[in-house]
T-cell receptor, first 107, second 119 residues
Framework: DIQMTQSPSTLSASVGDSVTITCRASQSISKWVAWYQQKPGKAPRLLIYKASTLQSGVPSRFGGSGSGTEVTLTIHSLQPDDFATYFC?????????FGQGTKVEVK | QVQLQESGPGLVKPSETLSLTCTVSGDSIGNGDHYHWIRQQPGKAPEWIGNILYTGVTHYRTPLRSRVTISVDTSKNQFSLRLPSVTAADTAVYFCAITSSIDFYFYSWGQGIPITVSS
């Protein structure tokens, strides 16, 4: 199985900050990666697919980049609604695997 | 906009069978998409369990293949998960989710149902 190692596990930030979350894959996944936002008790929300394509309705302050074995999610100008947990998922090779998640919390 | 809702017991006794159902609304389950079960054990990354097409064709994660059964009921627009002989290691939040048949990112999820295995 492809391992997705996500860092950091926790990130403390303030409204207006820009933050970056990284996922490293144990082998190349090309651009076949998605990013999700998860809040307690709610359905995870797809933010980005194919490494950098924004899902419809997702604010443009979310951005994805990278390919191969390292991909990143950047949130520009963090808003109050963005404090949540974020995780990556590779869909290059079955079984589809996920990162462990990054909790973005208020500094 | 397609929505998913998991249903099932919150508590299951060890050695019993866990049965969960996902009800799909806003779209027909026979449109060619893939319907998945994913679980997230406490403190761990989400884990893909398996998926089914409306035709009944299934794919399972290898370590769970001998235990898990995913089935579909197109007349009810539902798909289900059956996991027999549960242990404490099966305690997790269980999600249902959907991908297209081409790109396997999960474009819609249920909110998840917490399942505890305990006597």
């Amino acid at each position: 199985d492809i391992q997705m190692t996500q860092s950091p596990s926790t990130l403390s930030a303030s409204v207006g900050d820009s933050v970056t979350i990284t996922c490293r894959a144990s082998q190349s996944i090309s651009k076949w990666v998605a990013w999700y936002q998860q809040k307690p008790g709610k359905a995870p929300r797809l933010l980005i697919y194919k490494a950098s394509t924004l899902q419809s309705g997702v604010p443009s302050r979310f951005g994805g980049s990278g390919s191969g074995t390292e991909v990143t999610l950047t949130i520009h100008s963090l808003q109050p609604d963005d404090f949540a947990t974020y995780f990556c998922q590779q869909y290059d090779t079955s079984p589809w695997t996920f990162g462990q998640g990054t909790k973005v919390e208020v500094k | 906009q397609v929505q998913l809702q998991e249903s099932g017991p919150g508590l299951v006794k060890p050695s019993e069978t866990l049965s969960l159902t996902c009800t799909v609304s806003g779209d027909s389950i026979g449109n060619g998409d893939h319907y998945h079960w994913i679980r997230q054990q406490p403190g761990k990354a989400p884990e893909w369990i398996g998926n089914i097409l409306y035709t009944g064709v299934t794919h399972y994660r290898t370590p769970l293949r001998s235990r898990v059964t995913i089935s579909v009921d197109t007349s009810k627009n539902q798909f289900s998960l059956r996991l027999p002989s549960v242990t404490a290691a099966d305690t997790a939040v269980y999600f249902c989710a959907i991908t297209s048949s081409i790109d396997f990112y999960f474009y819609s999820w249920g909110q998840g149902i917490p399942i505890t295995v305990s006597s």
